[in-house]
Structures are given as structure tokens and as C-alpha cells.
């Protein structure tokens, strides 16, 4: 496994729409091993491909719920509710800032894992919001483009020592 780079906001590869992966061999495996190596040093909760400059669509999340690294091939929300929520996210390719953004309460998720074998999850809650998140980073979409405010981190870390 290797850590590699992340891309951060402004690297235009970001912006590009990801391929389907058409064939899960070990050159994928090590990627996806890669990714989870690379989101767990920068302390993130998901990784999507194009944030280390490869436009495949392969996303890898971590709930830090116990149930585990969520390897995804092809990803895809087959259904999202109606109902939203309002959550503060930030990412790793845009360090130092979080925005509040809309998403659906709950969905459902299909994916290939790593054997070839088609998973159907159903998500509701903060779960919900990073696999949109990170599905979005497959479209070349930033949680920026879809946020109602932004915050710099360090203003939030001042709100939160004020309210102590």
C-alpha cells in the first residue's frame, strides 16, 4: 500500500467526470488499498479517485461506525428521499474550509466491492451526506458548488471556544 498525493481545489482534474471501471483486477485492489491508506493519514472519513488524480470511479468510506471500509466500484444513489438535512462539510481536497450543504435524509446505494459481487446499503443521516459527498467528486462536483455558506476552519474553532 502507498500514500499517495491528494489533489486540492484548483487542480483541474478535479472538475473532470470519472470512467466506469470495467474490470476489477489487481491493479484496481491496489488502488482502492492506496485510497484507504491515503484518506486514513489525512484523518478523512471518505476518498474518491479523482482526489488522487485518477478518473475512475472508485470511492472508499469509513464510517468509523465498526462495520468497516466500504470499497466501492462504480458507485451509484439508485433512490434519494425528498426529505433534506442541513450538515457543515468540509474535504480534503479543500483544506481550512467547511460550507453547509443540503442533502437527502436518506438513499440507497448500489456498488461492486472488491469480489464482484453488487451491494445494495440503504444510508440515512451523516452516512447519507458523505457518500453523497463523495459520489459528487466522481461528477466533478465540489461540495463548494452546492454550499449555502462557507466558513475558514479556524473561524469555527473560534465559535467553538466562545461557546465554551
Known sequence: MAIRNIRIIGDPILRKKSREVEKIDNRIIQLLDDMEETMRDANGLGLAAP???????????????????????????????????????GCLSIPGKSGVVDR?????????????????????????????????????????????????????????EDDE
Open 104 to 160: 437527502p435524509k436518506n438513499l440507497v446505494l448500489e456498488y461492486t466491492d472488491i469480489n464482484g459481487k453488487n451491494v445494495i446499503v440503504d444510508c440515512d443521516e451523516y452516512k447519507a451526506v458523505c457518500i453523497c459527498h463523495e459520489l459528487d467528486h466522481l461528477e466533478g462536483v465540489l461540495y463548494t458548488d452546492l454550499a449555502k455558506r462557507m466558513y475558514d476552519n479556524s473561524e469555527l474553532e473560534q465559535a467553538e
Open 51 to 89: 482526489q488522487i488524480g485518477i478518473l475512475k470511479r472508485l470511492v472508499v468510506v469509513d464510517m468509523q461506525d465498526g462495520n468497516g471500509v466500504m470499497k466501492m466500484i462504480n458507485p451509484k444513489i439508485t433512490e434519494k428521499s425528498e426529505d433534506t438535512q442541513e450538515n457543515l462539510e
